[in-house]
């Protein structure tokens, strides 16, 4: 059975003389965005027809696939397909001709960085996408909850593990809640002040992201929460751990109340060596009595930070699809500013 075309598609026709299609669009800035649900596939017997493939077209099309595109029919053929597979050889996803929720992810990215024709997308941007695309189809997460205490161990020591192994527990299942990721918790005495055996580990097991977390003890400093990521400086860090942990930042101050004691850059032995992108959240300060107090609250605080990293994973991975909840972002709003490319 044919189907009708709705109307934005009929309106696209009429908007040029003699039901020609209309210009090609040189941003996605300048395509509407009103489609959204079925996956995109050529089907040789009854080709798939609508205002979701015409807006597709006109997505490809401004992104400067117009050879292979044609023109504006709002007809899945050959020539969208092959322009479907070239936009995911591009951005590092799966070549299988299918226009579905992962690529309309990467899409709605770019539009959000006025990709076009005219201003092609960075190494920084394809490097996230590269990433975040592939970890979508594997996404084995480790969190870090190794002691770093001293040996024997001291009671304040003891005290800290176990605070971190709660939040640990709790975390693990806010990831699995909010993102569908596996996630594998690293608490073992094998790994006690060993940086280079855990990036090591983190390397052989190819994981996807790193997580650790700590307790500061920071006498100096005020109360709060504190998110690092790998950097040596301002213009040399990680494209996929920075934004990562931009996300990160905000959603656990949102979720959880926390005091803010900012980003900052890390090129400790764990960030050097691990290849997996690496964020650190120190999520309270034991030498400030107010995050003592927090810490003693009982388990809400834990499981209010736990549910803000989650989070911000989430958003991470969503890669410019707004997200609802406290502190929600997305990337059009995170400093991806153009910097060294380190991993």
Known sequence: MRRTSPDWLIALAA???????????????????????????????????????????????????????????????????????????????????????????????????????????????????????????????????????????????????????????????????????????????????????????????????YIAVSLANEPEEGPGCRVSYFGTSEDTYSHVGRPLAEMVHRRVLAESGAGDRGLRAESSVLFEQAHVPTVRVEFANLAHPADRALLRSGVSYLDKVATGIARGIRAFYLLGQPDAGPGAGTFAQLSLRRGHETR
């Open 15 to 209: 908007a040029s003389p003699g039901g020609a299609p209309p210009a090609a669009p040189t941003s996605l800035r300048s395509v509407p965005s009103r489609y959204s649900g079925r996956a995109l596939a050529r089907v040789p017997d009854e080709p798939m027809r609508g205002g979701d493939v015409a807006e597709l077209q006109s997505q490809l099309i401004a992104l400067g696939y117009d050879a292979e595109v044609g023109p504006v029919d709002g007809v899945f053929g050959a020539r969208t397909e092959a322009a479907v597979r070239r936009f995911q050889t591009d951005y590092g996803a799966l070549n299988d001709g299918v226009y579905g929720r992962v690529n309309r992810r990467v899409m709605s990215f770019l539009r959000q960085q006025n990709v076009g024709r005219d201003r092609p997308a960075t190494v920084q941007q394809r490097h996230l996408i590269s990433f975040i695309v592939q970890a979508q189809h594997t996404g084995l997460l480790l969190i870090d909850l190794v002691s770093d205490g001293a040996r024997p161990p001291t009671p304040r020591g003891e005290y800290a593990d176990r605070i971190k192994r709660e939040l640990g527990e709790a975390l693990e299942q806010r990831i699995q809640e909010f993102t569908g990721m596996q996630s594998w918790l690293l608490h073992g005495p094998e790994f006690r002040n060993n940086a280079h055996q855990l990036a090591s580990f983190a390397n052989n097991i190819d994981a996807e992201l």
